[in-house]
């Protein structure tokens, strides 16, 4: 049974495997058989299991399975880990630092990718689904299903693998998430058996055998194009096959963009592969999103930072050479001789190694780490906010998000339907009546309406975990009818028992063309008693009576019913409430009804209520939509429900606020605005839709894709849209995919869903994603914070170094030193300061964009400040520190002398104003209070204390390594007290106003717009869209087709006019092939071969395609302005009498579009 498993995951068996071993495994069929079987739906299928098995019977004999008894198991893989190790005072320490740094990234991304493994296999583990094996029923999990395998399934279950039914009772599936079709889909044993991975079971039961799992089942084949099979597809593009590689990457390249969504689309197979299949493979290779916006501004300004220490190391070296050469060789006059050689030479060294001292100092090192720590601790904290990110750098980009789509069901609201109004006995309650407010005869008759006229299957259960909401099962609607009868104090369940589902005489079940469901009893005095309940608006036209507050009838004319629609149903509806009307009808001993017809049976109804149901907003959702929009971000509803319900939540969550000047739009009216006559999108119709736009109902997946893209292009604003998305169904995939981040539903989520998000939500909660901006902008302002105590660092000893070096020949601080200051400290302060907690303040200003430079004018003050007084401490101690301590002066020392007391306190002095400008670093923003919060982060306080005891350690134990000699107490004091100056400064700093340093510039900004590059360009022609093609195809396709045309008429006739008159002989290009290949002639355009026309058309058009053309309209839709090859055969004669060039001429060629 294991090798089966196996072979039903194998990617395609090879061709002379099958002919050795027809049926893999030992078993009747094989894999591909199994494949093109589950390929097939509905009588197409039965056909196919009839003509090859007979019937299921016989596949599950082929399958070595039995119907009733069944299999064995499979088992799992091993994983492995890396180990490091470090070496051994100057080499040593600069290696072990580049190993910190190094270890601590590889960590960080280990531990990462190991936390969402194990969040994957936890979640898989979960999973599990009933089998029959050896005639017992097991539980076994959803990795462990093997082919053959008998499974049952009922209500509620996601399949876990491809199957066909065996035997079932009023099966029905929720297919929307393969198909997008909402409808639910009838399975039978007779009819259409075919049971799908990835789809709901919404009603029934029954048993199934398995016939395909893994990447061989529909969801499989799914993952598979969005890219998880990209390893076997390139595995297959090595095997030489030219031709076929290419067409086959092209093809999983067209599915892939396309997604779940549709599949048909299949490009021509023609001679251009070759050229294809290299232009597949390059745009293979490009990685799917651009650098994150905060990599490219860390990117851009270590290059800058980089090239300034360059260019100091540079000059120091030289003016220290120079200054040694003059003041030796021509000053003091003194002759080279050989036997000095060494002497001299080990001065160059020294002035070498303090070049390399300012260029290690002037460049951040710890820049990168920063931001990884930075991210790292931030996704493992977002983890306890209920976010598992699953890109790195989509936590960063969080935090820049201007937009924020989001869906409706689930994510604002609860996903469970509850009675909120109700209209009983004469009145109108807002909420949940108390029960004794309601006469017993009402309440009674209430009560077994709700509970006989229900699907026995819909129940709720007790919640699964303390303080949780009870589960409902089945029906939502039901559900919440249930829910109702148990607010009222009342059970349903001893109701059920007492007329169990056998005892109903008679169930006219729910239908979208009734509308209402009914259900007879039969009454102990031998009449009838018929409840119904449905749709207010065509059961109320059925009431001829209405209960009165005292449960009793009174008549209910149709003015009456006219009155209540005014006074009770429209503001139900205006609230956004589904109203459901519920009745009964009585039927006396004598007269049983004739059941068959049902207009007659139901009819003449007493109305008992009228409930208004809606999906309740969750209630912390209004406060987080609240910050959104203080924060500066604009959230978006996109849902597939209707208009009126669409707009009240959104009303309840204020995402559209009375007074505001705003957009509420169906998918169709949205589709209409945003395209031309001919059915495409145009950027600036969208552009014209999208700033106002607050609800899009009724949207199908494209829409939502569609939105996406066209606030993602649009260039209407300032600055360029960051969008975030939220998606559970897999045909939100492609609106996933294009956002800058996509958020999936980590409970209702499809796996697809999940697959093509950045971040996975774990409680499905909107507030979740408002926790993700703010940590998105923790790290933008960490990483401020920590280049603003780094480059302060780097601006004082670059500064010292030189003109120490400079002045007196050796720098002040020695490379160790240097090392310790640079690396160390700054790794641990970027832990420090990587690490700080996010505030809510964060959420009190606008997003950044992607512009904004990283250094603020702030910062530069702050920066260049503290470095003023930094600089002005330490030449102070340089030239006259030997004064005021009283001690020997440590400049001019020959070249091995020991370490001097003069040249510590320097060294110490340094260390302590870089400790306390740490705290300062806090802040980045001028805030004057650098505590505030400082105890909230332990991380932080730790670091700060730890290096000043190591500081301690070594200037009084250090010794030669690092260049020190021991300190007296009060040499110590003064260190200190110069290092609590800073704190000082930085109140002096902040009362400086920001706005008249007018000289301040900023630096590290972000990446411009004409620097995108080509492959960028390319990822974007690449789009492709979906909704244009569903809409008019064949008018859009007959569009394309002439402007193709009149394209390549205008470029025939430019050539003619004058190139190519003296172009070698044709003949080597007669193939269409061999010319895409020439390399004058390589067309680089990264677009799909569609066929669009054939040479028919080219003879009808010539004679209107004479006229000359006007230029394409379209700058949107890509797949127009993209050249379209026309594979038309070179020497038909339509072609040549379209183009009048005879097959010898340079033209005969040139009928490939260009």
């Excluded at 390139?234 to 095997?239: A, F, L, N, S, T």
């Excluded at 030239?879 to 370490?899: C, K, T």
């Excluded at 505590?931 to 306080?941: A, K, W």
């Excluded at 007290?977 to 106003?993: K, R």
Aim: some cysteine.
């Amino acid at each position: 049974m294991g090798d089966m498993a196996n072979s039903s995951i194998e990617f395609h068996p090879k061709p002379q495997q099958q002919r050795e071993a027809p049926h893999a495994g030992g078993f009747g069929c094989t894999l591909a058989e199994l494949r093109s079987l589950m390929e097939l739906r509905g009588a197409e299928a039965l056909q196919k299991i009839q003509e090859a098995y007979g019937d299921v019977g016989g596949l599950c004999r082929r399958l070595k399975t039995s119907p009733t008894e069944a299999c064995g198991n499979v088992s799992g893989g091993a994983e492995d880990e890396g180990e490091a190790e470090a070496g051994w005072i100057e080499g040593a320490a600069i290696l072990l630092s580049v190993i910190c740094v190094v270890l601590v990234t590889a960590f960080n991304d280990w531990s990462k990718e190991k936390q969402f493994r194990g969040l994957q296999s936890r979640i898989e583990q979960e999973q599990k689904f009933t089998v029959i094996r050896n005639g017992q029923l097991l539980q076994v999990p959803v990795a462990a299903l093997v082919v053959g395998d008998i499974a049952q399934v009922k209500y509620g279950d996601l399949l876990p693998a491809d199957g066909v039914l065996i035997q079932g009772n009023d099966l029905k599936l929720d297919e929307s998430s393969l198909t997008g079709e909402s409808d639910h889909v009838r399975k039978s044993a007779d009819k259409d058996p075919m049971l799908l991975s990835g789809t709901h079971v919404m009603e029934g039961s029954g048993r199934m055998v398995v016939t395909a799992v893994g990447v061989n089942s529909q969801t499989g084949i799914i993952f598979t194009l969005l890219g998880a099979g990209g390893e076997e597809e390139e595995k297959k593009d090595k095997k030489g096959k030219q031709q076929d590689g290419a067409m086959e990457s092209s093809q999983t390249k067209a599915k892939k963009q396309d997604g779940a969504v549709a599949m048909e689309m299949q490009p021509l197979k023609s001679a251009e592969g070759g050229e294809m299949e290299e232009r597949e493979k390059k745009k293979a290779n490009v990685p799917k999103k651009e650098k994150s916006v905060l990599q490219g501004k860390l990117t851009k300004l270590a290059v800058q930072i980089g090239k300034a220490g360059l260019v100091m190391s540079a000059i120091t070296v030289i003016i220290l050479v120079l200054y040694f050469v003059i003041e030796t060789f021509v000053v003091d006059g003194r002759a080279w001789l050989a036997e000095c050689t060494p002497v001299y030479v080990q001065y160059f060294v020294k002035f070498f190694i303090i070049g390399v001292t300012v260029l290690v100092v002037a460049v951040p090192e710890g820049l990168p780490l920063a931001v990884t720590i930075s991210l790292a601790y931030s996704v493992k904290k977002m983890m306890k906010d209920n976010n598992l990110v699953r890109h790195l750098d989509a936590c960063e980009t969080m935090g820049n998000a201007t937009a924020i789509c989001s869906d409706k069901t689930g994510t604002l609201t609860t996903n469970r339907m509850t009675v909120v109004q109700s209209y009983l006995g004469d009145t109108h309650y807002k909420e949940v009546p108390a029960p004794n407010a309601l006469t017993p005869k009402i309440l009674d008759l209430l009560v077994h309406a709700i509970s006989i006229n229900s699907a026995y299957t819909t129940k709720i259960l007790p919640p699964e975990k303390e303080g949780a909401l009870p589960r409902q099962v089945g029906n939502k609607t039901e559900c919440a009818l249930l829910g109702f009868v148990l607010d009222l104090k009342r059970d349903f369940q001893p109701v059920r028992e007492q007329i169990p589902e056998d005892k109903l005489y008679k169930v006219y079940t729910f239908n979208s063309v009734r509308k209402s469901m009914s259900t007879a009893i039969r009454m102990p005095d031998g009449g009838f008693r018929l409840f119904s309940k449905g749709a207010s608006e065509i059961l109320l036209k059925k009431c001829t009576n209405i209960l009165n507050s005292n449960g009793e009838l009174r008549g209910f004319r149709p003015r009456d019913r006219d009155d209540m629609v005014k006074k009770i149903i429209e503001p139900m509806a205006c609230d956004g409430l589904r109203t459901i009307c519920i009745a009964y009808r009585d039927f006396s001993a004598g007269q049983e009804p004739d059941w068959d017809d049902e207009n007659e049976v139901v009819g003449d109804l007493t109305c008992i209520a009228v409930v208004g149901i809606e999906d309740p907003v969750r209630p912390e959702v209004p406060e987080a939509i609240r910050k959104c929009q203080r924060a500066g971000i604009t959230v978006r509803m996109v849902t597939g429900d209707n208009i009126n319900t669409a707009r009240a939540i959104a009303a309840k969550c204020g995402i559209i606020q009375p007074g505001e000047d705003f957009l509420c739009l169906e998918g169709k009216e949205f589709n209409r605005r945003i395209r031309n006559e001919k059915g495409e999108i145009e950027q600036e119709r969208l552009d014209k839709v999208w700033p106002k736009l607050r609800v899009l109902a009724r949207s199908s997946p494209t829409d939502k894709h569609t939105l996406v893209k066209g606030i993602i292009d649009s260039t209407t604003g300032e600055q360029r849209q960051v969008v975030a998305v939220t998606g559970d169904g897999t045909n939100d995939g492609p609106a996933l995919k294009k956002a800058d981040v996509g958020f999936a539903m980590g409970i209702a989520g499809t796996d697809v869903a999940k697959e093509a998000s950045d971040i996975i939500l774990t409680d499905d909660n909107f507030t979740s994603i408002v926790k993700a901006v703010m940590w998105g902008r923790n790290v933008y302002d960490s990483i401020s914070k920590f280049l603003q105590f780094q480059l302060t660092v780097n601006v004082v000893a670059v500064i010292v170094a030189f003109t120490g070096a400079c002045i007196t020949q050796d720098s002040p601080l020695k490379a160790v030193q240097m090392l310790w200051v640079n690396l160390i400290m700054d790794t641990f302060a970027s832990l420090a300061l990587a690490t700080e907690p996010p505030t809510e303040s964060l959420l009190l200003r606008k997003p950044y964009g992607r512009d904004k430079p990283l250094i603020s004018r702030t910062m530069m003050k702050n920066i260049l400040g503290h470095a003023v007084y930094q600089l002005t401490i330490i030449f102070t101690l340089l030239f006259v520190g030997e004064l005021f301590f009283d001690i020997d002066s440590g400049r001019n020392a020959p070249l091995h002398s020991p370490p001097s007391e003069h040249y510590t306190i320097i060294f110490n002095t340094f260390v302590m104003m870089q400790l306390f400008n740490e705290i300062n670093a806090r802040k980045i923003h001028g805030e004057r209070n650098v505590f505030d919060g400082i105890f909230s982060n332990p991380i932080f306080c730790t670091i700060v204390l730890g290096t000043f005891a190591i500081q301690i350690v070594i200037v009084q134990f250090g010794g030669k390594p690092f260049s020190c000699s021991p300190l007296s107490t009060e040499q110590w004091l003064w260190c200190l007290f110069v290092g609590v100056g800073e704190l000082v400064w930085g109140q002096v700093i902040a009362t400086i106003p920001t706005s008249q340093l007018k000289c301040l510039k900023e630096a590290g900004h972000g990446p411009g717009k004409d620097e995108m590059t080509d492959e960028e360009l390319a990822e974007g022609e690449e789009e492709i869209d979906h909704a244009e093609r569903e809409l008019r195809r064949g008018q859009i396709l007959w569009f394309r087709g002439l402007n193709r045309i009149q394209t390549q008429i205008r470029v025939v006739k430019a050539f003619r006019s004058s190139l190519y008159e003296g172009l070698e002989k044709p003949e080597s290009k007669t193939s269409i092939h061999n010319f895409m290949a020439t390399p004058e002639f390589l067309i680089n355009d990264y677009t799909h071969n569609i066929p669009l026309i054939d040479d028919t058309d080219v003879d009808e058009n010539e004679e209107r395609l004479r006229a000359p053309p006007p230029p394409s309209p379209n700058q949107n839709n890509n797949a127009i302005d993209s050249g379209i090859y026309l594979t038309t055969h070179v020497t038909k004669s339509a072609t040549s009498s379209a183009f009048s060039s005879s097959p010898g001429s340079p033209l005969h060629s040139m009928e490939t579009s260009l």
